[in-house]
């Protein structure tokens, strides 16, 4: 069995998943080696940007590839006008030479490159490495955290401070991670060996590196020598060129630069989800570089634009010390699944592979569930008429009360995200708003993060709300069912009420305002399905249908890459038929199989020289991976009326009780007249007066798009010249 054969054994009978493991790990080695590249004879000169696109690269630094017929004499490198002395080095996959230029102004700079006579220039547009790029003005206040880290006090209001590294070498006796001296190492026989994915078996010793950027603290590991030297364009042999970026869990608000879990993994998996520690054995122990940020850990930081310029940061920073990569692998689960979906949907290109767990669309598609959660909540708690936990969930959507996170009181997401005066943010309390002491202050809420992609509102100053629960009927799927009576569906709605501008409850259902409803849509914050449908991606997941990690907010994604493309050859579901307590996260060794799968899903893309799209090499470069359910240790192919559709359940969550759209996606509907004929159920006149009066604009129509409701303008945006954003255009070239 070769290796793009093995996936394909687990058809409708089953394979032991142990067994196919087995097979795969046999073939890996040879499989992942990196592809020979050929030094083709160039017919013109180029300078190529490498670490960064031309126009975004931060830290007065930039990689770039030159390139110089081979008839031409001995080329010149200048920077603003200023040559550059021994700037040029041998590629290392032989196409050209690669340059690290340092000393950009910051704004504009030119690189030339002159041989024989001829030139070329490339436009390069350098940012101060504490930010921003395109993701707008700085959130203010802004805490640093260099200090708590162990990077010291930080120099200046960015919270940058000095890079420190640290070596560890993995125990041979005890599996962990331990802390490596190189002036005073340890015996031999107690470092363990590893074998990369390119057959290289070296001493199994990690450098990390730490340092900051956009007002972020970073971790880069790989393995490492310590006796030798490391350039970008002479990288150790044990690093494989690939980098595994982890994102981290949760959904915080900060305003602060956050910390990165000191946990360790030893697999690939944790039941407290540190994915964001770059230790992680699952990767380095095959050769994968590893990264990491506190920007890029939703927990802190749940704002996508912030997410996608640190990570496009980070990597900007390991390919200018490490040397060009062939591809980035990306994993995490809940909040770092919903940082995949969102990077690749608005930011095409930085990441090629993607393996999320228990995961979301993006963050406001448990954000509207979150809303809706807290006012039934305080109605649950109020009516007599719901007494029944089984009406509940009816109403809820889930066969259980833990999904709903509003339910969980002010920790959890309905208390953080939209009472205006909460302090997970980690405001100081002289500057966090306060409706009577301090109405101009810092507001807490979800909306307000994302004040520079949605804008503010005229009246007020404050950020546009975009939560909406106007013609919202809650528990309509549960009333036509019979599930609950047509007084208790009256009931609910007349009382459930809603949230104003500061988060708190009101009589009034939640009004949102349109112009931010439609930027959410049109800045991409809604993942819609378009860009990442060009990407392979492995969704795997464990059974989950009791809290809020659950079945549905899996399909979600599927369904929205189905409605924007038409099909979705590139997205995998795997679902493992056991109930996970982390969370809806598969075991171990099915994630391990996702991975090495992804590994030779995307190397394969990598060696597709043809001029298909994107999308067409990904779907033709699929190593046998499909849709699958794994149940009692066997895996099986999800075919129309196979074991996994047996296994498998999903209910939808609120929004679809209440006749929603199986995508999640609409924000505020448009309304329609009340129609008695639209009900199974019957009316008393007085309960239907009473609908009437609790509708009186119409109940949602979600045979229609939502109010707002596009596509988005364009990938890449930038948000430096204020909300709603601007495409930022092609890709600078050489001229």
Not at 3 to 21: K, P
Not at 92 to 111: C, E, I, Q
Not at 482 to 498: A, C, R, S
Request: aromatic share 8%; with cysteine; net charge negative.
């Amino acid at each position: 069995m070769n290796v793009f054969e093995f996936a394909n054994a687990a058809h409708t009978n089953g394979v032991s998943l142990s067994a196919l493991i087995q097979r795969a790990s046999m073939c890996l080695v040879t499989a992942m080696i990196a592809p020979t590249v050929s030094a083709q004879a160039a017919t013109t000169l180029a300078i190529e940007a490498v670490s960064n696109r031309a126009d975004l690269v931060s830290g007065g630094d930039i990689l770039v590839r030159v390139i110089v017929p081979q008839a031409s004499s001995q080329a010149v490198l200048s920077l603003n006008s200023q040559p550059l002395a021994n700037a040029l080095h041998p590629a290392p996959d032989g196409r050209g030479s690669l340059a690290l230029v340092s000393g950009l102004n910051l704004g504009h700079n030119t690189l030339s490159l002159a041989a024989d006579g001829s030139s070329v220039q490339l436009d390069v547009t350098n940012y101060p490495i504490g930010g921003p790029i395109f993701s707008g003005p700085h959130l203010q206040p802004w805490s640093c955290t260099t200090q708590a880290a162990g990077l010291g006090a930080p120099l200046d209001a960015d919270c940058n401070a000095p890079t420190q590294y640290a070596f560890f070498y993995r125990s041979a006796t005890t599996g962990a991670f331990a802390s490596y001296n190189p002036a005073n190492p340890p015996a031999a026989g107690e470092i363990a060996m590893t074998t990369t994915d390119q057959g290289r078996t070296v001493p199994y010793i990690v450098r990390q590196e730490m340092g900051t950027l956009n007002r972020s603290i970073y971790r880069i590991a790989v393995l490492f020598d310590p006796a030798q030297p490391w350039a970008p364009w002479a990288p150790q042999s044990a690093w494989n060129r690939k980098l595994v970026y982890l994102f981290g869990a949760g959904a915080g608000t900060q305003y602060s630069q956050a910390q990165i879990s000191a946990s360790i993994l030893i697999d690939n998996l944790s039941p407290t989800f540190t994915f964001n520690t770059p230790l992680n054995d699952n990767a380095l122990s095959r050769g994968f570089a590893t990264a990491t940020a506190t920007l890029t850990d939703e927990g802190s930081i749940a704002n996508a634009k912030l997410n996608a310029e640190t990570l496009m940061m980070v990597k900007e920073r390991f390919i200018e010390a490490y040397g060009p990569l062939r591809y980035t692998i990306s994993e995490g689960c809940s909040g770092g699944a919903i940082q995949q979906h969102s990077i690749g949907d608005q930011y095409p290109g930085l990441i090629d592979g993607f393996l999320p767990l228990c995961s979301y669309p993006d963050v406001w598609s448990l954000a509207v569930n979150s809303h809706d959660c807290v006012v039934l909540t305080h109605y649950f708690t109020t009516s007599s008429l719901f007494s029944s936990p089984l009406d509940r969930q009816a109403v809820l959507g889930q066969p259980s009360e833990q999904e709903c996170p509003g339910q969980d009181g002010p920790p959890a997401f309905g208390g953080r995200w939209f009472p205006a005066t909460n302090s997970s943010c980690l405001i100081p309390p002289g500057v966090l708003y306060d409706p009577i002491t301090n109405p101009h202050g810092v507001r807490c809420t979800l909306s307000d993060y994302h004040v520079n992609e949605i804008g503010t509102r005229p009246q007020d100053g404050f950020a546009n709300q975009i939560f909406d629960s106007v013609g919202v009927q809650y528990g309509l799927r549960a009333l036509q069912s019979g599930t609950i009576t047509p007084e208790q569906f009256v009931d609910l709605n007349e009382k459930v009420g809603g949230l104003d501008i500061d988060g708190n409850l009101q009589t009034q259902r939640t009004q949102g305002d349109p112009v931010g409803i439609a930027r959410m849509y049109q800045s991409g914050l809604i993942t819609y399905g378009r860009e990442i449908a060009k990407y392979p991606i492995i969704d795997a997941r464990a059974d989950d249908n009791f809290e809020m990690h659950n079945n549905s907010e899996w399909i979600f994604t599927r369904n929205r890459i189905l409605r924007s493309n038409g099909s979705a050859p590139n997205e995998i579901h795997w679902f493992e038929n056991v109930t996970s307590a982390r969370a809806g996260t598969p075991s171990s060794i099915i994630s391990l199989k996702a991975f090495g799968l992804m590994d030779l899903w995307v190397a394969r893309i990598e060696a597709d020289a043809s001029d298909l799209p994107h999308e067409a090499k990904v779907a033709r470069a699929n190593p046998g991976a499909f849709d699958a359910c794994f149940v009692g240790g066997l895996m099986y192919e999800w075919r129309p009326g196979s074991v996994c559709d047996q296994v498998f359940t999903y209910t939808g969550l609120i929004r679809m009780t209440a006749g929603g759209p199986n995508t999640n996606d609409v924000l505020k509907c448009q309304l329609k007249q009340l129609n008695r004929a639209d009900y199974s159920a019957t009316f008393t006149d007085a309960q239907w007066a009473r609908l009437q009066q609790t509708f009186p604009t119409g109940v949602c129509d979600f045979s229609k798009p939502g109010v707002g409701q596009q596509p988005p303008i364009a990938p890449w945006l930038t948000f430096s010249a204020g909300p709603g954003g601007v495409p930022l255009g092609p890709t600078p070239i050489s001229h």
